[in-house]
């Protein structure tokens, strides 16, 4: 970045919660520019929220046309295009009712609220390597202990048992657990897809048990895996759905959805930006351009994995994994000079999230620039 004054600023009044020493200034479908005007295709894509790509021109219409006629009123009153999005939601997974909100972990907070009233229960079950959000219910039943652990104590109490390991999930579960938070793809841990046949036990202990089976979709949701949410990929019925990132191309905005008979009561929960006529227009907006897209995403997904089979990689949709170990922010660093930008996840693992409408040409390029970071580091094929 050529302005050395804003650094200084940035430095000076900005809380150092981030490690970044570039800025991006405009993008455009899988590409950006940065301050120096040099090109990049984006597989981060703002970490799986541009699902749309950049500036889609039919987003970037709804919300030119909606902040004309209304920015916000709060929920006070019928918020436009409210209704029509909660319904869209309901279709396309499957479930009943939806409440919205600004981001993936108040969607969090929602589900273990919701919970809660539903079941009469306290605490929860979540998984090793899991990631939910960064507020304190988010957090508490996030695994990570470097960011989890300068907070404590958490609520609600939340035990963790190894992702992919039903029978320690049937040894925790009990009397008291509200509901099982799990994501059918773990996305922040580095892409780690668990064992066949998971997801359905994780659906049957907690129907045995009376506890809430919710699926954190927040990642791997809005046709990032070929389907509208992952979970769908295993014919399995959650109770309650987060979602947030790829709904709104970029827009602030999250939703909760559960099924029948799971639902706030008036007063229970609130939000006084959640679901404003911005967001709901530009998520409606979004849908539209998902829906044109889903079709293409197995395809590309399956260039992917022919690209990077040597590498053993975890593709689920266009959420592509590959372990590296030490070497990730070397590869990093060498990919972002040749113009692709990747993301260094958990645990040494390379996280691809490009967005939807990527081209085959840009995958191929990407591919190109991975691969030659890749054997530069000794992973040669």
Same mark, same amino acid.
């Given at each position: 970045?050529?302005?050395?004054?804003?650094?200084?600023? &940035?430095?000076?009044?900005?809380?150092?919660?981030?490690?970044?020493?570039?800025?991006?200034?405009?993008?455009? =479908? %899988?590409?950006?520019?940065?301050?120096? =005007?040099?090109?990049?295709? &984006?597989?981060?894509? $703002?970490?799986?929220?541009? %699902?749309?790509?950049?500036?889609?021109?039919?987003?970037?219409?709804?919300?030119?046309?909606? %902040?004309?006629?209304?920015?916000?009123?709060?929920?006070?009153?019928?918020?436009?295009?409210?209704?029509?999005?909660?319904?869209? *939601? %309901?279709?396309?997974? $499957?479930?009943?009712?939806?409440?919205?909100?600004?981001?993936? !972990?108040?969607?969090?907070?929602?589900?273990? +609220?919701?919970?809660?009233?539903? !079941?009469?229960?306290?605490?929860?079950?979540?998984?090793?390597?899991?990631?939910?959000?960064?507020?304190?219910?988010?957090?508490?039943? !996030?695994?990570?202990?470097?960011?989890?652990?300068?907070?404590?104590?958490?609520?609600?109490?939340?035990?963790?048992?190894?992702?992919?390991?039903?029978?320690?999930?049937?040894?925790?579960?009990?009397?008291?657990?509200?509901?099982?938070?799990?994501?059918?793809?773990?996305?922040?841990?580095?892409?780690?897809?668990?064992?066949?046949?998971?997801?359905?036990?994780?659906?049957?202990?907690?129907?045995?048990?009376?506890?809430?089976?919710?699926?954190?979709?927040?990642?791997? =949701?809005?046709?990032?895996?070929?389907?509208? *949410?992952?979970?769908?990929?295993?014919?399995?019925?959650?109770?309650?759905?987060?979602?947030? +990132?790829?709904?709104?191309?970029?827009?602030?905005?999250?939703?909760?959805?559960?099924?029948?008979?799971?639902?706030?009561?008036?007063?229970?929960?609130?939000?006084?930006?959640?679901? $404003?006529?911005?967001?709901?227009?530009?998520?409606?907006?979004?849908?539209?351009?998902?829906?044109?897209?889903?079709?293409?995403?197995?395809? +590309?997904?399956?260039?992917?994995?022919?690209?990077? !089979?040597?590498?053993?990689?975890?593709?689920?949709?266009? *959420?592509?994994?590959?372990?590296?170990?030490?070497?990730?922010?070397?590869?990093?660093?060498?990919?972002?000079?040749?113009?692709?930008?990747?993301?260094?996840?958990?645990?040494?693992?390379?996280?691809?999230?490009?967005?939807?409408?990527?081209?085959?040409?840009?995958?191929?390029?990407?591919?190109?620039?991975?691969?030659?970071?890749?054997?530069?580091?000794?992973?040669?094929?």
């Amino acid at each position: 970045m050529q302005d050395q004054d804003f650094r200084n600023k &940035d430095a000076r009044y900005y809380m150092p919660v981030f490690s970044r020493d570039m800025m991006i200034t405009r993008g455009q =479908g %899988s590409r950006v520019w940065d301050a120096d =005007g040099k090109e990049y295709i &984006d597989c981060v894509a $703002g970490i799986a929220v541009c %699902s749309t790509g950049h500036c889609h021109p039919d987003v970037v219409s709804a919300i030119c046309e909606q %902040s004309r006629q209304l920015i916000h009123c709060s929920n006070l009153y019928y918020v436009p295009h409210q209704a029509d999005l909660a319904e869209k *939601l %309901s279709h396309i997974t $499957g479930l009943a009712r939806v409440f919205l909100c600004n981001s993936g !972990t108040e969607a969090t907070e929602g589900a273990l +609220k919701l919970a809660r009233r539903v !079941t009469g229960r306290r605490s929860f079950i979540a998984f090793s390597h899991g990631f939910h959000g960064r507020t304190m219910g988010g957090l508490a039943v !996030t695994h990570k202990p470097g960011i989890r652990e300068p907070f404590e104590p958490l609520e609600p109490k939340c035990a963790f048992v190894e992702y992919g390991d039903s029978e320690s999930l049937r040894k925790a579960i009990n009397h008291d657990t509200a509901g099982v938070v799990v994501e059918p793809v773990q996305g922040e841990a580095g892409v780690i897809i668990p064992p066949p046949g998971f997801l359905q036990e994780v659906r049957e202990i907690c129907d045995e048990n009376g506890a809430l089976m919710i699926v954190d979709e927040v990642q791997s =949701g809005m046709g990032r895996s070929g389907k509208w *949410l992952a979970i769908q990929r295993s014919s399995v019925q959650p109770d309650i759905v987060t979602l947030a +990132k790829g709904i709104a191309s970029g827009f602030p905005m999250g939703a909760l959805v559960a099924r029948e008979g799971i639902e706030f009561r008036k007063g229970d929960h609130g939000s006084t930006f959640g679901g $404003g006529p911005l967001a709901c227009a530009a998520a409606l907006a979004t849908i539209k351009v998902i829906e044109t897209v889903l079709p293409t995403i197995p395809q +590309k997904a399956e260039r992917f994995q022919e690209a990077f !089979t040597a590498y053993d990689p975890r593709v689920f949709g266009l *959420l592509i994994g590959i372990t590296v170990g030490e070497k990730c922010a070397a590869i990093q660093q060498q990919c972002r000079k040749n113009g692709v930008l990747i993301n260094c996840a958990a645990d040494g693992n390379i996280r691809l999230v490009p967005p939807l409408v990527i081209t085959n040409e840009e995958i191929d390029r990407a591919v190109q620039v991975i691969d030659e970071a890749l054997g530069a580091q000794g992973l040669h094929r």
